[in-house]
């Protein structure tokens, strides 16, 4: 909890409240700023690497997990979980039919977002552009991988996306710590918009000779800062450079694995097991490879794809004094609440056995770990306080999975879809 009254960078405090007012981190701050930048403070870890896959939120994936906070289930074991649609009727969550989604559905633009949220009583999903959709959920009969996945691993019931925009303006949180203005998936942004101030996480990396690479499949998430993909070509890799890099043991410092964002992303209209597959493999890769013993696996989901969650996202820092760039007509807002949540789990051999992190992560979580590990500055407000995802982790012991677990397979072999198309989806219409 943060007080905009705070003390901040040693100026002059508020005469209200003194007692409780407290003190912010600024841009630029190092976590230990008794120690150099780049002074590696976590020698136990290696390997960083982010899995940020795209559009789905935390009930849609996991209200049915039963660990972390998830449906409100009935005595029938369903959800009691309900949005009301158009004409006030309320649509319970429901299972999906399979594992495909609908085209352009659910949505995520920024008026949907705030319709969603709806002042926070998370109840305009089905009214919005999604649809009944909306309130459709997967089990772990869909995804046994992932399940499995957060049974096993710590499990993050409070990771909430960036901001309540799009896929753009997140990832570029991931990078930069702000969007910087944006709020959708625009490439004009891309070539023609600003850099952010504070640079970017591999610009800081690059001023300490730390490592790192985005492995990629047909987009690298990089590309949305071009001055900076351009500048470090060498750096950017096709997606087969992991598996090899990750069986010599050879992966960098930091990197990015990124899916297929035309069929394996798990983004609408995609069969979603296809998405798990791939996920499957890179982390079947790090647990297998020899550098396994000093790596932490970030999976994550940029944002929640117009699915339904019932947490309503808390304020949030702003990372600057940036506004976002709406157009005429647009709901007004700001970046000074996080995104819903969305599903995510901290995958290392040091990770806290039958743990649930209930502390509020955002996708600058990631950056201040980076930050962390390697006493580089914040890139702004944001990430300088983040909270840096050390509370699934325990270097007090041995590490508990040291030896890997043994996961089951996605239904998938990563190649084919389970399905054509998705439904029936229930509407209250008929």
């Given amino acids: 909890s943060c007080s905009s009254n705070g003390k901040r960078n040693g100026g002059p405090s508020s005469s209200i409240a003194p007692t409780t007012t407290t003190v912010l981190r600024a841009a630029g701050d190092r976590p230990d700023p008794s120690k150099p930048e780049g002074t590696d403070t976590l020698p136990q870890i290696e390997h960083i690497i982010v899995v940020m896959m795209e559009n789905h939120s935390y009930d849609n994936y996991f209200g049915m997990l039963g660990r972390g906070d998830g449906f ?9 979980n309900a949005n009301p649609d158009a004409n006030g009727q309320q ?11 609908l085209p352009k559905k659910p949505a995520t633009a920024w008026p949907n977002g705030r319709q969603q949220y709806s002042e926070g009583a998370m109840t305009g999903f089905v009214q919005s552009d999604s649809g009944p959709v909306a309130m459709g959920y997967w089990t772990g009969d869909d995804l046994p991988f992932y399940y499995a996945l957060a049974n096993t691993f710590p499990v993050c019931d409070r990771w909430f996306g960036s901001c309540l925009f799009q896929t753009f303006p997140n990832r570029r949180f991931l990078l930069a710590a702000t969007a910087f203005g944006s709020i959708n998936n625009n490439f004009d942004f891309v070539v023609n918009g600003p850099r952010p101030a504070g640079g970017t996480i591999m610009e800081q990396l690059n001023k300490h000779t730390i490592s790192w690479r985005d492995y990629y499949t047909n987009l690298p998430t990089v590309g949305l800062f071009l001055p900076v993909l351009n500048a470090n070509l060498d750096k950017i890799a096709k997606i087969d450079q992991y ?3 990750a069986a010599a043991g050879t992966l960098p410092a930091f990197c990015l694995v990124e899916p297929d964002y035309e069929r394996t992303s798990e ?3 995609e069969d979603i097991t296809l998405g798990e597959a791939f996920v499957s493999k890179v982390i079947d890769a790090a647990m297998h490879g020899p550098g396994w013993s000093k790596t932490l696996l970030v999976w994550c989901y940029d944002e929640h794809g117009g699915y339904y969650d019932h947490v309503a996202p808390p304020p949030a820092l702003p990372p600057d004094a940036i506004a976002p760039l709406t157009a005429p007509g647009d ?3 700001d970046y000074a609440r996080y995104g819903f949540r969305v599903p995510a ?9 039958d743990y649930v992190s ?3 992560h955002d996708h600058t979580s990631i950056l201040k770990l980076v930050e962390r590990k390697f006493n580089l500055p914040a890139l702004t407000a944001r990430d300088a306080n983040a909270d840096d995802l050390l509370d699934s982790l325990d270097f007090d012991h041995d590490p508990a999975f040291l030896t890997p677990p043994s996961l089951p397979a996605s239904h998938n072999d990563g190649v084919t879809a389970l399905c054509g198309s998705a439904g029936p989806v229930p509407n209250p219409q008929g």
Avoid: Y
């Fill in 72 to 80: 409100t289930l009935g005595p029938d074991g369903k959800p009691t």
């Fill in 91 to 101: 649509l319970r969550a429901f299972h999906m039919a399979n594992t495909c989604q």
């Fill in 243 to 245: 598996f090899t890099d």
């Fill in 267 to 269: 983004e609408n209209s």
């Fill in 331 to 333: 709901p007004p807002g």
């Fill in 345 to 353: 789990a901290i995958v290392s051999p040091w990770a806290k056995r």
């Fill in 358 to 360: 209930h502390v509020v």
